[in-house]
């Protein structure tokens, strides 16, 4: 299925990595669990026979959880308990970005994943761009326990015109890395949003094993899912998109493209569609 939409124009909104752990609590049918948030990260409690169904989001590469915190308090409105999470080595330094691998971006999406496991009957995990892989990648590892799958602008490969430059010679990094060479060089443009220079090196070859990973492993996918992708995303092409429904071959696959959108769908003018296409998404998915 396919979806044409209208524009969207991305607010700017401040780093917020720093701030204290946000609790939001529209209503609680019950004592809050022990859950440890880490600072940075937004938990919003829902209300309702939706409380029960937890919507996991994850940010993208170089990003911040509070690239998430509109979608989350839209999809908090509709009743729904939301946890934006914060990737390792992220909100820090430029080292520590590249200092973390894919696997450990994965381990704080099962994080995240527990401490909404814990207080829900079922858990949905959605991400933008890298975070959308991540996303796929915890579906494909726990694909009885993942419920549905959100992938937005999803990347598979910078293949757009806005895409990280000269990514195309990550394939290099692991000769430079055994070389000593490179490890937390930048390259310009993509992170100045989070105050960096640009995308470390180590960590675009990180994305690129994780994309990899989840490419081959495709098959494993059983969790419903819905992509929602920019028709003239800048960043990555939707050739990303039509390959996740192509070789998700053993669930269904619902596939919207939008037109007159840029990369982050997630914020600004527009976003609410976006609220609403997950909600219906999610609403719609069949329970055991």
């Known amino acids: 299925m396919t979806t044409i939409d209208r524009a969207c124009k991305v607010a700017a909104c401040p780093n917020l990595c720093a701030t204290s752990v946000i609790w939001t609590a529209t209503a609680c049918d019950g004592p809050l ?3 440890a948030p880490q600072a940075g990260e937004q938990l919003l409690v829902g209300k309702g026979e939706r409380a029960r169904t937890g919507i996991l989001l994850i940010h993208r590469l170089g990003g911040a959880p509070w690239e998430m915190y509109e979608l989350a308090r839209g999809l908090n409105e509709q009743g729904y308990s939301v946890m934006a999470v914060k990737l390792a080595g992220h909100c820090g330094s430029l080292q520590e970005l590249a200092g973390a691998g894919w696997m450990d971006w994965l381990a704080s999406v099962r994080r995240g994943a527990d401490m909404l496991a814990s207080r829900t009957d079922r858990v949905v ?3 933008i761009a890298t975070g959308a892989v991540l996303a796929l990648a915890l579906a494909q590892e726990r694909p009885f326990h993942v419920a549905g799958v959100l992938a937005l602008s999803p990347v598979l490969r910078h293949d757009g015109r806005a895409g990280p430059r000269r990514a195309s ?3 290099l990094l692991p000769v430079l890395r055994v070389l000593g060479i490179a490890r937390h060089r930048a390259l310009p443009g993509g992170l100045r949003r989070a105050g960096l220079p640009g995308t470390p090196w180590g960590a675009l070859g990180q994305m690129r094993k994780l994309a990899a990973a989840v490419r081959r492993r495709m098959d494993m ?3 419903p899912c819905l992509v929602i992708h920019a028709r003239h995303d800048d960043v990555a092409t939707v050739s990303g998109a039509f390959e996740i429904a192509k070789t998700a071959r053993n669930t269904n696959v619902h596939l919207q493209l939008l037109a007159d959108r840029e990369h982050v769908i997630t914020m600004g003018r527009g976003c609410g569609d976006v609220v609403s296409r997950a909600t219906a ?3 719609g998915i069949a329970w055991p």
Do not use: I, K, Q
């Open 281 to 283: 998404f999610v609403s």
């Open 33 to 35: 669990p022990r859950l």
């Open 221 to 223: 996918v059983r969790a």
């Open 125 to 127: 995990v959605g991400g």
């Open 169 to 171: 010679t990550a394939f």
